[in-house]
């Protein structure tokens, strides 16, 4: 990877919409930048109201004016936002080319989501997981779309899987395992699930034309981790001289927003535009398959009425 990334402007986006999460920061600021620099339109998905209009008066700046961005508001932890901002999504937009599910977070701590679930789990998983189901049928629509998540190494971190029976993360944020980094093997387990959902996604929309891929930036000086007090800044901190900038955090993800789908394979996972091969866990179909299952179970999707289920 270059030191120096210079987004060029070549117009291989143009009129492509695209909606993206977490773009009020970090690698997401860094994307919608470029994104919009070759021609896409956005719709943000944004938990503050405030930094969603910065954003867009900022790439409206940059472009002189030309940039078309819409802003919704969801707080990706809480199911209720996901699903009033994806009708919002589906009233607003009649063509959905590219979903970019990219929040993400961790909580050191343990903390439940307004749904009662354990917070890094519903922003990193159940989010997409939600925010995809929900825009699936417009994005199936519009033909040749993509789905891209982004992923980490730190996948590798949950090298047993998914542990399917402590959904909320109770053992992890408790006792030895706390203190052993129960919090950094919750995050772990939840770019896993990001890898996990990603290949099963792709299997199921075989045949449709919409493909999905996911990826890892690697390591990227941002606002990642700065809630969670003195120490994991410090960790950051000490960890900034080793990292890639937002810029080039994002260079993957651009990639797989504008390159052609000839030289993309869907479900697979990327890093620095290559596609690798990720954990053992990450390719065990079955534990994909019942992650599927046991996410339906928590966002609903069995129980909503007009919900479509994904076969
Ligand atoms: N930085 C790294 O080294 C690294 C490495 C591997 C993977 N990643 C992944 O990269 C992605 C982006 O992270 P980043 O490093 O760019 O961190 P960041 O600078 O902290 O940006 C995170 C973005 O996610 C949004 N977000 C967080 N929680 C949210 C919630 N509950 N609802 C809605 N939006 C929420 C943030 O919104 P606000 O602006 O409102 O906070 C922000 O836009 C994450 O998925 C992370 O897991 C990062």
Redesign the pocket.
Known sequence: MNNTVRFNNSRTLEGKYIVI??????????AAKALVLRGAKLGI????RS?AAELSAELGKMTNGEAQVDCFI?????QQ?IRRAAAEILNRVPRIDRLI??????FVKKKLSEDGLE?TW???HL?PFLLTSLLLDRLIASGDARII??????HKMARRGIDFNDMNGDRLYSGLKALLGGANLR?GQ??LA?ILFTAELARRLNGTGVTAHCF????????????NGGLARLT?AC?KPF??T?EQ?AQTLVWLAESSELLLKSGGYYADMKLQTPSNAARDEAGASRLWQVSEEQTGLLAGPGLRRIQ
């Open positions: 999460t977490g773009a009020t920061s970090g690698i997401g600021y860094a998905v944004a938990r503050s930094k969801a707080d990706m932890s809480s936002d599910n990219n929040a993400g977070t961790m917070m519903a922003v990193n989010g998540t982004t992923s980490s190494h730190g995050y939840s770019k990001n890892d930036p690697g390591l990227v000086a941002t606002n990642f981790n700065q809630d950051m960890m990292s890639r937002p955090g």
